[in-house]
């Protein structure tokens, strides 16, 4: 907790700004697995009242990266794999459907969209900022769910997000899977291009299932 510091930023509402600070300190490993998340000892850390204190808690809590015990109060989230092969099991089939409809409404535009996309992906690996490499991640899927047009399930994927970001962020660490992650991403546009929903299926449940397996040895490690 010494490296905490309040990213201001003053466009947001305090308690976003906040909740900012504290999820990129977990994500970082600054804040570790079952530390306690006192409100009165993190306001007077961060130069704020105890109220967004307690807002952005209940804001890491719904993304999984906090929660609440009895008697003793909130505390860091520890990863488990039941809640991640949970969480990414639905994450996958919620993608399967997408590319699914997207093969058949995908436009040229939506396809040039991630091409460019991993070209800017490329070149975030570069400068090694994790979330940077993040965002373009999850921009790469928002392309592919927002050509499947059905706003239902953008709304599904859009609300999982916050669950999975944690897990993405992991699995991003490590260096030695953008290789593979490369690949995959130009796999999935080529069976889009190509309108082959068998094949776009398949390569869905291959990144997903691989994100899985590494994931599921940082848990254990981590255990």
């Known amino acids: 907790m010494e490296n905490l510091e309040l990213n201001a930023d003053a466009y947001l509402p305090l308690r976003d700004v906040v909740f900012q600070t504290l999820r990129e300190a977990i994500l970082r490993g600054d804040l570790k697995p079952g530390e306690r998340l006192m409100e009165l000892q993190l306001a007077s850390k961060l130069g ?15 993304e999984g990266l906090a929660i609440t015990i009895p008697r003793r109060g909130a505390e860091v989230a ?10 990414l099991r639905i994450r996958e089939a919620l993608e399967c459907l ?3 409809l997207a093969c058949e409404k995908i436009t040229e535009e939506q396809i040039g969209l991630l091409e460019e996309n991993m070209a800017s992906f490329q070149e975030a690996i570069k400068s090694k900022n994790v979330k940077m490499i993040a965002d373009f991640d999850i921009k790469f899927h928002d ?14 994927l859009n609300n999982l997000r916050e669950q999975i970001y944690r897990y993405r962020v992991e699995y991003l660490k490590d260096e030695q899977y953008y290789p593979n992650l490369i690949e995959e991403h130009e796999q999935i546009i ?8 068998e094949y776009v299926e398949e390569m869905i449940k291959k990144h997903v299932d691989n994100q899985a397996d590494v994931m599921r040895n940082i848990i254990r490690a981590q255990e």
């Open 190 to 197: 080529e069976g889009l291009k190509s309108r082959d929903k």
């Open 98 to 100: 997408a590319v699914q």
């Open 78 to 87: 520890g990863m488990t794999e039941k809640d991640m092969e949970d969480v």
């Open 48 to 62: 704020v009242s105890r109220t967004p204190i307690r807002e952005a808690i209940r804001m890491l809590q719904q």
């Open 143 to 156: 392309i592919i769910c927002a050509a499947s047009e059905n706003t239902r399930l953008v709304t599904l």
